[in-house]
């Protein structure tokens, strides 16, 4: 099936610095990720949706220059999170719709990173 | 807007059991797509099974089936013969127009050996 990469898989870093994580769709192209958030025990969250060569539509209250979202290529979507602090610690998942051969109405999830701040 | 509810937190089975996992949903729509999701101890998100609404025949997946009442709007997830692997979260899902899922609260499911 459609395989979707996320690195890194687990980072930490200091509070005010900033994180990028990357998705990456290996054998399809994703016009469309979709970048969620999940506390622990809880459902995903929807932040924002990525297109490839244009903005990223935001979720309601999600901040934009918080998260800050590029989908420069057909393969690739990236989320940085700029100034990150404590609060900003959750498990960090992308996903895409399946193109060219796979099914369009169905998701592939990367396998997520964890994002500690301390 | 389209809501998705899954009102079992937690749920318990013996090993080789069949187990039944609720989820009810709310749409205007006709046409639409439903999923269950598994989310192992790695969090890592796996699709178990996947309805499409126009069709009336209820989807099949090895030992994983679901109760797909239109009507009721109700989704509910069999899982026969259960295996300590199965023991996960599990997230019912509803695909909106915009290609976005809705997604339940999800359902512990323990497996007792």
């Known amino acids: 099936g459609a395989v979707v990469s996320q690195h890194p898989s687990r980072v930490i870093c200091k509070s005010g610095t900033s994180v990028k994580i990357e998705c990456r769709s290996l054998d399809f192209q994703a016009t469309t990720m979709f970048w969620y958030r999940q506390f622990p025990k809880q459902s995903l969250m929807l932040m924002a949706t990525?297109?490839?060569?244009?903005?990223?539509?935001?979720e309601q209250g999600v901040e934009k220059d918080k998260f800050l979202i590029n989908h420069a290529s057909l393969t690739l979507s990236t989320l940085t999170v700029t100034s990150a602090h404590p609060e900003d610690s959750s498990f960090y998942i992308c996903?895409?719709?399946?193109?060219?051969?796979?099914?369009?109405?169905?998701?592939?999830f990367g396998p997520g990173t964890r994002l500690t701040v301390l | 807007a389209q809501t998705v509810t899954q009102s079992q937190p937690e749920m318990s089975v013996q090993e080789a059991e069949t187990v039944t996992l609720s989820c009810t949903y709310d749409?205007?729509?006709?046409?639409?797509?439903l999923f269950w999701y598994k989310q192992p101890p790695s969090r890592q998100m796996i699709l178990v099974i996947r309805?499409?609404?126009?069709k009336q025949q209820n989807a099949t997946e090895n030992r994983f089936s679901v109760n797909f009442q239109k009507a009721a709007k109700s989704f509910s997830l069999k899982i026969s013969d259960s295996q300590l692997g199965d023991a996960a979260m599990y997230f019912c899902?509803?695909?909106?127009?915009?290609?976005?899922?809705?997604w339940g609260a999800g359902t512990k499911l323990i497996i007792k050996p």
């Open positions: 749409t205007s729509e006709s046409d639409y797509y």
């Open positions: 996903s895409a719709p399946g193109l060219a051969g796979y099914r369009t109405d169905t998701q592939y």
């Open positions: 990525s297109n490839e060569g244009s903005k990223a539509t935001y």
């Open positions: 899902a509803y695909l909106d127009s915009n290609y976005q899922l809705i």
């Open positions: 309805q499409e609404a126009y």
